[in-house]
């Protein structure tokens, strides 16, 4: 399973130029764990964090003018930061797993001389086999759609850049210098339709381009979570579905499907909730005369079932939660933005423990990246999971693991809790 290593955000809302993890030209650093919390109290942009992965999805999906406008974020201008004149850039570090050679993406996002926000520049890089030092070698390097692409899976060859990387224009110009050829059977010169989808979007659906086709993959596999008990509660017409979407609103689709392909999956589902929500023992569904699906609650103590519209907040959540980790062909990445809301404050540590169990399965599950506000959350992690983001005296924001101070390790070594420790402020920045 592809496995998000590091990543840094510039110019995006609060977060001028945030990293976290490790990245190719900051090997110092150490990876993200399988599961990332990222705490910080209100107004520091963990809102801004989480839909910073939602927006680079969208740009994927859907081309970049279109993604700086939906969800409400309200066109380019809102969403760089203030102040700022350069461009919105994301940087992806990754592995396709755990003993390939690392990838990196990075894109960043302009204004036209239109004020139409357009991909500048994208770039894919991987060093070649046993090469552990010195610049990685490019196989997709583009300026406003037009570029250089390597074909061929990851033993293929790439341009020598040498000691420091070239430009563009330079590899363009070698590549005509070489008998006058701009193509070979290992590149294609590349000049895209429209600069405002991602070059990865368009290239990533040809066969002859499996690496660039692997990561779009990975991005497309994104699971971000704008679940709401209410979209949980809607009755959607019968027909199993086998994921749950974004916003949860086909929970009974999704049901309706493991009662039927997965019955052992399903019911081990119903075990967890029966020991983590009492007196819920079976769950099922009904289909109504008009086509929908009606998603059912068995209470102990009650004959009649209870309707998924009765249900609490908190006990959809938690069945939304389980029943996507419990997905036979889960995502690479599931983002989730206070999971705490709505849920009993004991029920955050079983919560916790369901993620990192997923995180760090021996199938290799999904990676997870969670932000929060709540203490008894934090308390089951380690200093290694948490990161920690403050607002600076300019009004940007900063980010730091809590691992890296020693004072904490040694707080949490005499068995203080995590929680405990960032409710008294000791996490807090001097």
């Known amino acids: 399973m592809p496995k998000i290593e590091g990543f840094r955000i510039r110019n995006f809302r609060t977060l001028k130029d945030v990293r976290l993890g490790k990245l190719w030209n900051s090997q110092q650093g150490s990876p993200l764990t399988p599961m990332t919390v990222v705490i910080g109290k ?30 409400g974020r309200g066109g380019f201008e809102r969403i760089r930061s203030q102040g700022q004149d350069g461009p919105i850039g994301f940087e992806v570090y990754y592995r396709e797993d755990g003993n390939s050679r690392p ?14 926000p357009y991909v500048a520049s994208e770039r894919l890089r991987q ?44 590899l363009i110009a070698n590549l005509k210098s070489e008998g006058g050829a701009t193509e070979s059977a290992e590149t294609e010169l590349v000049e895209l339709d429209d600069y405002r989808m991602l070059g990865i979007s368009t290239m990533g659906s040809l066969k002859q381009h499996p690496r660039i086709a692997a ?31 974004i916003h949860g609103d086909n929970l009974g689709n999704v049901v309706q499907y493991m009662e039927r392909e997965h019955k052992e999956r399903f019911k081990r589902i119903l075990d967890g909730i029966a020991k983590k929500i009492p007196g819920i023992h079976k769950i099922e569904t009904e289909k109504s005369r008009d086509g929908r699906l009606l998603l059912k ?10 309707f998924s519209q009765q249900m609490s907040d908190g006990t959809l959540k938690v ?36 993620f990192r169990y997923h995180a760090t399965g021996v199938r290799g599950g999904s990676q997870v990246f969670i932000t929060t506000h709540q203490p008894y959350l934090v308390d089951a992690l380690t200093p290694e999971e948490v990161w920690i983001l403050e607002k600076q005296d300019d009004g940007f924001s900063s980010i ?11 707080m949490v070594k005499q068995e203080l809790p995590l929680g405990g420790l960032w409710y008294s402020e000791y996490l807090d920045g001097k």
């Open 42 to 71: 209100n107004g520091v942009g963990k809102s801004s964090l989480f839909d910073a992965f939602g927006f680079l999805a969208d740009c994927l999906k859907d081309g970049v003018e279109e993604a700086c406008d939906i969800r």
């Open 103 to 116: 990838i990196t993406y990075e894109l960043s996002i302009a204004m036209d001389k239109d004020s139409r």
């Open 127 to 170: 060093r070649r086999k046993g090469q552990s030092r010195g610049w990685p070698f490019s196989f997709l390097m583009l300026n406003s759609g037009n570029g250089i692409a390597w074909k061929g899976d990851a033993s293929g060859s790439q341009i020598d850049e040498e000691e420091q990387p070239m430009t563009l224009e330079q």
């Open 215 to 245: 990561f779009r993959r990975f991005i497309e596999g994104w699971y971000l979570s704008y679940f709401t008990p209410d979209a949980a509660r809607a009755l959607p017409l019968a027909g199993p579905q086998r994921h749950l979407n």
């Open 297 to 306: 609650f068995n209470d102990k103590g009650f004959s009649d079932p209870f």
């Open 319 to 354: 069945f939304a939660y389980l029943l996507m980790l419990a997905d036979p062909d889960p995502p690479p990445f599931i983002c989730i933005e206070e999971p705490e809301n709505g849920l009993y404050h004991r029920l955050l540590e079983s919560l916790v423990q369901e």
């Open 400 to 410: 730091r693991r809590a691992s890296d101070d020693p004072v904490v390790n040694e």
